[in-house]
Nanobody
Framework: VQLQASGGGVVQAGGSLRLSCADSRRTSSNNAVGWFRQAPGKEREFVST????????HYADSVKGRFTISRDRAKNTVYLQMNSLKFEDTAVYYC?????????????????WGQGTQVTVSS
């Protein structure tokens, strides 16, 4: 599995970004995919996850109502639409393939981590 996360950038508070996680080897089709983030000096934290068919989604409380996860199975890509961005959303965002078709918020439930994409929100 080779995951490529993209779409990060610099945005003002209140703005939006859409992150993409492309699976070039198409081996995540039957697995959940999750997004995590890590800010400087902080531990990696769960952001959102989506089940293999997109039917089940879960969000961290800190992003609920502002972020939306989705997937296009035909394109083997998972998206994270981020609206109403806050300064505290600044972090490197990572996507990862879950061990199961439905995975929870624990990082040890994921493998095949992609490289991160930097999101910087200016206040």
């Amino acid at each position: 599995v080779q995951l490529q996360a993209s779409g990060g950038g610099v945005v003002q508070a209140g703005g939006s970004l859409r992150l993409s996680c492309a699976d070039s080897r198409r081996t995540s089709s039957n697995n959940a995919v999750g997004w995590f983030r890590q800010a400087p000096g902080k531990e990696r934290e769960f952001v959102s996850t989506i089940s293999w068919n997109g039917g089940i989604t879960h969000y961290a409380d800190s992003v609920k109502g502002r972020f939306t996860i989705s997937r296009d199975r035909a394109k083997n890509t998972v998206y994270l639409q981020m609206n109403s961005l806050k300064f505290e959303d600044t972090a490197v965002y990572y996507c990862a393939v879950g061990l199961r078709s439905v995975s929870g918020p624990q990082a040890d439930g994921y493998r095949y981590w992609g490289q991160g994409t930097q999101v910087t929100v200016s206040s």
